[in-house]
């Protein structure tokens, strides 16, 4: 049952119970932070009088949450490729995201190059070497176990010199609690810099719905290191519920940009704040 089916049943026909709110609410993956603010913003707004005008101001102030989704940069002149550095833990997604961020792309007529840059699984580089062949994209790569900075700036120097729009750079899965891990996540990002100092220009984190508030915590952790710029969020078509995309954005800002819904590279689209809640809360 969605959150708006959830809130109706419970209060409809009855006088609404704050405290079974925040049950509610929290339950939905909205975290305590965002659903004490809500509820209080709740308590004092006029015209709640039933469980249908509760809905109606859950949206409003929702929506008002989300804002507008920022538009995806636009490349450069030719030789200054937009990059797009790609991080998370293991087992969200990630490469098969980069692969659908790129098919994406590629529809939209740009030209993209991709780095395999998780380089300690040799599976991962052969993964994305898949996804390329499949979706005819070029994937830089190295060897296994090799540096994965070495293989962002290479993959950066390819791009570059094919005048490509885009470089999406894969990084391997890590723990946000491994600190040595987080600091190659800062080299990449320095390494990238070498050859354009505003690269890497997105720097987004992708998180699983399945997760909960564990997500925000991982974002959390992440945006201390990459200063990021945007969420992927994966497994939208299962148990996941995608509150984490709303408590995120209330307590770092930062805006959800493409979600996952599948495994076909088809199965991935721009974020829309009215769609979101209109489907899936």
């Known amino acids: 049952m969605g959150l708006w089916s959830s809130i109706i049943t419970r209060f409809k026909g009855a006088d609404i119970d704050w405290e079974e709110l925040e049950e509610t609410l929290v339950t939905g993956d909205l975290g305590i932070r965002l659903t004490t603010e809500l509820v ?19 949206r409003e102030e929702l929506t008002s949450l989300l804002g507008t989704t920022p538009p995806l940069p636009l490349p450069g002149s030719p030789g200054q490729p ?19 961020l790129a098919y994406f792309l590629k529809h939209q007529g740009h030209s993209v190059v991709l780095g395999a840059a998780d380089t300690f699984r040799a599976a991962a580089i052969e993964q994305l070497q898949i996804w390329g062949q499949r979706l ?12 994965p900075s070495a293989v962002c700036f290479n993959a950066h120097e390819q791009a570059i010199k094919e005048g490509a729009d885009y470089l999406i750079c ?18 990449i990002a320095r390494t990238l810099a070498k050859q354009d100092p505003a690269a890497p220009h997105e720097r987004w984190i992708v998180v699983d719905a399945t997760t909960g508030s564990n997500a925000l915590n991982q974002a959390t952790e992440y945006h201390k290191a990459l200063d990021l710029t945007g969420v ?26 493409f979600i996952g819904t599948g495994e076909s590279a088809d199965d991935f689209a721009e974020f829309n704040s009215d769609g979101f809640l209109e489907r899936l809360l």
Not at 82 to 100: D, E, H, R
Not at 250 to 256: E, F, V, Y
Request: glycine share 12%.
């Open 40 to 58: 209080d913003k709740l308590r004092v707004r006029k015209g709640i009088t039933d469980a249908t005008s509760l809905v109606a101001a859950c």
């Open 82 to 100: 937009t990059v797009i550095l790609v991080a998370g833990v293991n087992g969200v997604g990630k490469t098969t995201s980069v692969a659908k």
């Open 136 to 147: 005819e994209i070029p994937v830089v790569a190295g060897a296994y176990q090799s540096d």
């Open 170 to 187: 894969d990084t391997a899965g890590r723990l946000h609690t491994r600190a040595p891990l987080m600091d190659e996540l800062k080299k």
């Open 232 to 257: 992927i969020v994966t497994k939208l078509d299962g148990s996941g519920k995608g509150g984490s995309v709303l408590a995120i954005k209330h307590a770092l800002g930062m805006p959800t940009r």
